[in-house]
């Protein structure tokens, strides 16, 4: 059950997502749409093209890449809005991969710059310690026991 601030934690006790986990994932799914939909639209562009024609993997093949890890990113913004732990460690993961993947193929390395900056600095408030509070059962199970009766 997807709720927009809150998780349920059995009947017992509700838990407030931290708001910079809020924050960071609504961008998440609000980028990742707008990426996907302007990568769909745009798929036949000529100055898109051209740009895409520096580096030394085909556009078919980036574009591909691209569906695959905005469609990632997506359904993990979504998991992490539903406190799901293991969603905070694909998009870290799959965020270096894509990184490290970008820096060994483009031909200009500064363009990376902006997106790995903002992955540093999701990854820094999905991180914090109150998202590890949030994100944590253990914590959670501990809250809802202390609810009286």
Same mark, same amino acid.
């Given at each position: 059950?997807?709720?927009?601030s809150?998780?349920?934690v059995?009947?017992?006790?509700?838990v407030?997502?931290?708001?910079?986990v809020t924050?960071?994932?609504?961008?998440?799914?609000?980028?990742?749409?707008?990426?996907?939909?302007?990568?769909?639209?745009?798929?036949?562009?000529?100055?898109?093209? =051209?740009?895409?024609?520096?580096?030394v993997? &085909?556009?078919?093949?980036?574009?591909?890449?691209?569906?695959?890890?905005?469609?990632?990113?997506?359904? +993990? =913004?979504?998991? $992490?809005?539903? !406190?799901?732990?293991?969603a !905070?460690?694909?998009?870290?993961v799959?965020?270096?991969?894509?990184?490290?993947?970008?820096?060994?193929?483009?031909?200009?390395?500064?363009?990376?710059? &902006?997106?790995?900056?903002?992955?540093?600095?999701?990854?820094a408030?999905?991180?914090?310690?109150?998202?590890?509070?949030?994100?944590? &059962?253990?914590? =959670? +199970?501990?809250? =809802?026991? $202390?609810? &009286? +009766?």
């Amino acid at each position: 059950m997807l709720v927009f601030s809150k998780v349920f934690v059995g009947n017992l006790h509700v838990v407030k997502r931290p708001f910079l986990v809020t924050i960071s994932c609504w961008f998440l799914v609000i980028g990742s749409l707008s990426a996907l939909v302007s990568s769909y639209l745009g798929r036949n562009d000529p100055a898109m093209l =051209a740009g895409m024609g520096h580096s030394v993997i &085909p556009a078919e093949v980036q574009y591909a890449i691209l569906m695959f890890s905005m469609g990632i990113n997506l359904v +993990a =913004a979504v998991a $992490m809005l539903q !406190r799901q732990r293991g969603a !905070r460690t694909a998009y870290l993961v799959w965020g270096g991969i894509d990184i490290a993947f970008c820096l060994a193929t483009l031909p200009l390395k500064m363009d990376v710059l &902006p997106g790995a900056l903002m992955f540093a600095v999701i990854c820094a408030f999905l991180y914090s310690p109150k998202s590890n509070a949030w994100f944590s &059962p253990r914590k =959670a +199970a501990n809250d =809802a026991c $202390m609810t &009286p +009766a």
